[in-house]
């Protein structure tokens, strides 16, 4: 399963990088504002730094929500660095624009996706990833981690190449769930992905440790 942090802060994304178990990026529009990127020169900059900072693929999301605007903002975020996959919403003409993505080899991250019908749709359209929003799933008192199983028993037993890239992730319950119901990828903040490491077991048996080392 691959990990991919879901902030656009420099900062965060060069501590989970240095962890040594990144394999992207993901941003959205309100990732981005909380950071303060304003106007389009500075929002292609801070793209272009997330790139340089992480060797993996790096989601850039259009503005855009009709045909045309997609396809040419999603050719010039593209055009940014070979690592940038474009981050198109779950709409009529965001999959007319994925299938234009497909057929000239520019890849796509599928996004807002809340249903298994969205995500044959994105698959069909031959999105590269296709994000479920367990989280906000979650929020709303639906099951999101049942979402991520029907998707993926759908795309095993249809054969459907997309990735499913789990979004919306609050805890690092979320991500285990996650890793066991079939998502190829989570995408996360970095709190849920430290997460992962605690455990008071392991904090007591160190503290035993490093104790002991000191009669050795
Ligand atoms: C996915 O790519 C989105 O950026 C993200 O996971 C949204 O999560 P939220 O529900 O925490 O805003």
């Not at 990990?3 to 990026?25: K, P, S």
């Not at 989280?135 to 993926?152: A, N, P, T, V, Y």
Request: with cysteine.
């Amino acid at each position: 399963m691959k990990f991919f942090i879901d902030t656009a802060n420099l900062d965060q994304i060069r501590e989970a990088n240095e962890l040594g178990i990144l394999d992207g990026v993901t941003t959205n529009p309100s990732l981005m504002a909380k950071e303060g990127i304003k106007g389009e020169e500075a929002i292609r900059q801070h793209y272009k730094t997330i790139c340089e900072i992480v060797e993996g693929d790096i989601s850039a999301e259009v503005l855009g929500t009709d045909f045309s605007t997609i396809v040419e903002e999603g050719k010039a975020l593209a055009a940014l660095h070979p690592n940038i996959v474009v981050k198109v919403p779950m709409i009529k003409d965001g999959i007319k624009a994925i299938k234009w993505f497909t057929d000239n080899g520019i890849r796509t991250n599928c996004t807002l996706v809340f249903s298994a019908g969205q995500a044959i749709l994105a698959a069909k359209a031959g999105a590269t990833y296709v994000s479920p929003f367990i989280g906000r799933i979650d929020d709303s008192g639906w099951d999101g981690m049942e979402l991520i199983r029907q998707i993926s028993n759908v795309y095993t037993i249809q054969g459907f190449n997309t990735q499913i890239l789990a979004a919306s992730i609050r805890n690092a319950n979320h991500i285990i769930s996650c890793a066991e119901a079939g998502a190829n990828v989570i995408t996360s903040p970095l709190d849920p992905i430290l997460g992962l490491l605690k455990h008071p077991l392991t904090d007591i048996g160190l503290a035993k440790f490093l104790e002991d080392a000191k009669k050795m």
